[in-house]
């Protein structure tokens, strides 16, 4: 256990690794701050990598907190079953704290796979689990042979770290369980793997048809609208697109590592990032054929939406953003609302590795008055205030705190009903902006009140 | 007789951590930070849960225990968690919350508080009041009765009252299954008899929308100069189960007498309250409480119509499960299938359902097949697709659905707001099931 840990943060394809000395490697990714922290830990990274594959059953092996606040709550979106929507926790007591819950756990997984006929299941460990020394490998290995069904061991107590260590977790999992432990029927022409793309609100929805008409085959998918089977077959495929985590650029790795499967860092918000990352598809493949027929759908496509979004870029145009996102996405979205004809005025880089940063700066042309760190709601309503922004770009977190602050806002996190990507999500996008930008609700809230009127 | 469905797992689980209810107690508090000991998902699960039930801003903080060191259990998280908390959100008081992990390691809280006090002597004006959550034990509704025993018995103490008063005083203990709307009908209806109140704590602040600028800890809760004001009520009134450890602390240091109400919804529980009310007063209710009795009593006339012959199950923690339980079966006579619960306080036993379960919801989707209509929180929503069954959401979380904390469940507007619910869930079965 401990082991992982050490090798996963110490990641060679991150580059936030390859800055370091040997000695700081020795360290997880940046520690929290006690009391000025925000964000989820390991656990909760490792769920949002894994909850959205849907046939397959996820027991979370531990007290209640893990599993109670927090199922029934990711935004992924799928088509192949209704297990990501179910909580299953071993819900531990005292007792079993005491006298051991390896029992309970497999009497748990012979109860869901009688029940539920999942194709897998997946178990976690959590932090009292991992304290208490529960051998969830050995649990994992002799309910596999028993019930001849994968059963998944995924280590993941929370104090091990952050969402993106956990992320990592996953991916591990993944790597040493469930890639190439089968093998396909067939394999189509261009099969490629989407890493790191969950569906949230439908997202892989909007884009899976411009692969469909470009013949180019999700094949496997990590993991939104995923079926257990083709994460099995990943190691078939002949490109890895890592999509918006860094986290899981070490999945990537070993893929290529092991199998010989190239990678490449690609994105789906703006029509210009998809149009690279299609026509990065296309040139990894080796294809002038994929190439041209990438050309043609995307000049086609940015045509329609650009026509789409006539009445909207006028309500857009010059509006003042200020963004607060994580990673990848932050300069990423960047680029779609540049896009869009709307300035940002500060980025945030929490999250973000030398590589992003340098991106976002790129933006602002080299001015660091650009990059925000890291930002608590009251010092981003500050900023909000004092550059005289239009519009607030956020995750749900913040939603509360622009709407203490009265400020127009988009909600861009996972929990969200709306989905951002690729030329049709350009349009919602646009829609969302323009809602609240036009809203008359701020400026009726903005009245004083009878007995805040002064006369004379 | 509670069942217990034996099974090895929790399946959609009813349950949620005692730390969710302990954070949710100090969110009723003025200027307090919940302070969350343990890795960061626990408070990180709990915020998000709780910001979408309420769509407020919820202040928490963690003291984010993570490497190795600290699992073997030096206090330096928990320190450092402390000082930064009062460094830069400077609260009156700090709740400090365990959790299942560091009640698994053994740690000695209240010794590490002393060595916090040797440690940093300029922080000694801020109270940390610490609340033991271990989440292998009780639920939400244990952990907010835990939280609010434990502030009272660290900030109040026993005094002779110096002030001169001409009106009684009397504390309202409010429950966890409360609501702003129902916290709002308690102070008018005491405020109505001649009385000073102090509802603690009060969730009906700045988690029920009524702060309009951004904060960084909670407002206009039970502030800390209130909490110790309430050693000198007259009286006090628990609403709720789970709120009698705190009565009990009142009336043993303090000797404040109280009386309890394990529910005020209904007709009968509000009768209960009011007549005491008069009794304890010497007053008349006011007209527009009168008013309001009439018109529930015309909405449950109105309504019965399509109560009888149904049937419906019910889920959630022990309090909101009883007063809801007892109201449909009792007054509206509507047939209660099954009943699933949490955790074993409270009066939920004599509910007359045909099953009473310590388990999940789903037990509940099992044993809920004969019933019209479920009650339950916003996680039974799928089960209730699969089902095709109406729900009607009460509890934590309500996740799709504004204004839920506004809405009324006791008194009598409470009553006459229920009556409606609820008959109109009945009458459109009704008339889906006439053919038309």
Redesign the interface.
């Known amino acids: 256990m401990?082991l992982a840990i050490q090798q996963l943060t110490e990641e060679p394809g991150c580059d936030h690794n390859q800055k370091k000395t040997a000695e700081q490697k020795k360290e997880?990714c940046k520690?929290?701050?006690?009391?000025?922290?925000?964000?989820?830990?390991?656990?909760?990274g490792a769920q949002i990598v894994l909850l959205p594959v849907a046939d397959a059953a996820h027991?979370i092996h531990?007290?209640?907190?893990?599993?109670?606040?927090?199922?029934?709550?990711r935004g992924t979106r799928t088509h192949v079953g209704?297990l990501h929507?179910?909580?299953?926790?071993?819900?531990?007591?005292?007792l079993?704290?005491v006298f051991g819950g390896e029992k309970?756990?497999k009497?748990?997984v012979?109860?869901?796979a009688g029940k539920f006929k999942p194709k897998a299941v997946f178990i976690y460990s959590t932090?009292?689990t991992a304290?208490?020394g529960e051998d969830i490998h050995t649990v994992a290995k002799e309910m596999t042979e028993e019930l001849g069904l994968q059963v998944i061991p995924v280590d993941s107590?929370?104090?091990?770290?952050?969402k993106n260590l956990g992320n990592k977790f996953a991916g591990h999992a993944l790597f040493n369980h469930v890639i190439g432990s089968k093998e396909p029927e067939n394999v189509p022409m261009f099969p490629i793997n989407l890493i790191g793309e969950y569906n949230i609100a439908g997202e892989l929805f909007q884009v899976e048809p411009l692969f469909e008409e470009l013949g180019i085959s999700l094949f496997s998918k990590m993991t939104g609208n995923a079926t257990y089977d083709e994460l099995c077959y990943a190691h078939r495929s002949k490109l890895s697109v890592v999509i918006c985590s860094r986290a899981l650029i070490s999945l990537a790795r070993q893929l290529d590592e092991k199998y010989g499967i190239p990678y490449f860092e690609g994105s789906f918000y703006g029509m210009g990032e998809t149009k690279r990352t299609l026509m990065t598809i296309a040139d990894m493949m080796g294809s002038d054929l994929l190439k041209r027929k990438v050309e043609e759908l995307t000049t086609r496509k940015e045509k329609e939406t650009m026509e789409q979004l006539a009445p909207y870029l006028p309500i857009m145009k010059g509006k003042k953003v200020l963004v607060y996102t994580g990673g990848v996405k932050s300069w990423s979205i960047l680029k779609q609302l540049e896009e869009l004809g709307m300035e940002v005025i500060k980025s945030s880089t929490r999250k973000s590795t030398e590589e992003d940063i340098a991106r976002i700066l790129e933006y602002f042309e080299g001015n660091e008055d650009g990059l925000m760190p890291k930002g608590?709601?009251?010092t981003l309503?500050k900023y909000m205030k004092e550059y005289d922004a239009d519009l607030f770009l956020a995750g749900?977190?913040n939603?509360?705190?622009a709407m203490?602050?009265q400020v127009p806002f988009v909600d861009v996190n996972q929990?969200r009903h709306f989905a951002f990507a690729g030329y049709e999500g350009s349009l919602v996008l646009a829609q969302k902006i323009c809602g609240t930008l036009t809203s008359p609700v701020f400026s009726i809230v903005k009245k004083p009140a009878p007995w805040e009127v002064s006369f004379g | 007789m509670v069942k217990i469905i034996e099974k090895p797992l929790s399946v959609n689980p009813l349950k949620k951590g005692s730390i969710m209810g302990a954070i949710t107690a100090f969110l009723g508090m003025h200027k307090v930070m919940p302070l969350v000991h343990g890795a960061q998902g626990c408070m990180a699960f709990t915020k998000n849960f709780l910001t979408q039930h309420y769509r407020e801003v919820t202040p928490m903080q963690s003291t984010a225990v993570f490497d190795i060191a600290t699992i073997i259990g030096d206090d330096s998280n928990l320190h450092e968690g402390i000082a930064n908390v009062i460094e830069k959100q400077k609260p009156d008081f700090i709740g400090l919350v365990t959790t299942g992990m560091t009640e698994v390691r053994g740690d000695d809280i209240k010794g590490s508080l002393i060595r916090f006090r040797e440690k940093y002597p300029q922080y000694d004006s801020t109270p940390v009041v610490p609340v033991a959550c271990p989440d292998f034990k009780g639920d939400a509704e244990t952990g907010y009765g835990a939280a609010c025993a434990a502030t009272l018995s660290l900030l109040i103490e026993p005094a002779v009252r110096t002030d001169y008063r001409t009106r009684k005083m009397v504390n309202i203990l409010a429950g966890m299954h409360l609501t702003a709307g129902d916290i709002d009908w308690l102070k008018r209806s005491f405020e109505a008899f001649g009385l000073d109140v102090i509802v603690y704590p009060d969730l009906s602040a700045s988690m029920g929308g009524q702060v309009n600028h951004f904060y960084g800890l909670p407002e206009e809760g039970t502030s800390i100069d209130t909490i110790r004001k309430m050693a000198h009520a007259d009286f006090s009134i628990v609403v709720g189960g789970c709120m009698e450890a705190s009565a009990d602390i009142l009336l043993e240091r303090c000797t404040v007498p109280y009386k309890k109400f394990d529910t005020l919804t209904g007709l009968e529980a509000t009768d209960e309250l009011v007549s005491w009310l008069m009794d304890y007063t010497g007053k008349q209710a006011p007209s527009w409480m009168r008013i309001q009795r009439q018109r529930a009593v015309d909405a449950l006339l109105d309504a019965h119509f399509s109560f009888s012959g149904k049937s419906f199950s019910i889920a959630g923690e022990p309090d909101l499960l009883y007063g809801l339980g007892k109201y449909l079966t009792k007054e509206m006579g509507i047939r209660l299938e099954t009943a699933v619960t949490t955790a074993r306080h409270g009066a939920f036993e004599n509910l007359p359902a045909e099953n009473i379960i310590m388990g999940d919801l789903e037990d509940l989707e099992e044993y809920s097949k004969a019933s019209d209509f479920i009650i339950a929180n916003s996680n039974a929503i799928p089960m209730c697709h699969r089902a095709h069954k109406p729900i009607y959401r009460v509890g934590y979380p309500v996740k799709d659905y504004l204004g839920h904390f506004h809405r009324t469940f006791i008194g009598y507007y409470g009553a006459m707001m229920l009556a409606f619910d609820i008959g109109n869930i009945c009458m459109t079965l009704d008339i889906e099931r006439s053919g038309h």
């Open positions: 401990r997880a520690k929290p701050t006690p009391g000025a922290t925000a964000g989820g830990c390991a656990f909760d027991i531990g007290p209640i907190t893990c599993c109670g606040q927090s199922y029934n709550n209704n929507q179910y909580g299953m926790t071993t819900d531990m007591s005292e079993d704290i309970k756990l009497e748990s012979r109860y869901v932090c009292v304290m208490t107590p929370g104090f091990s770290g952050s608590d709601g009251k309503l749900g977190r939603m509360y705190n203490k602050g929990e």
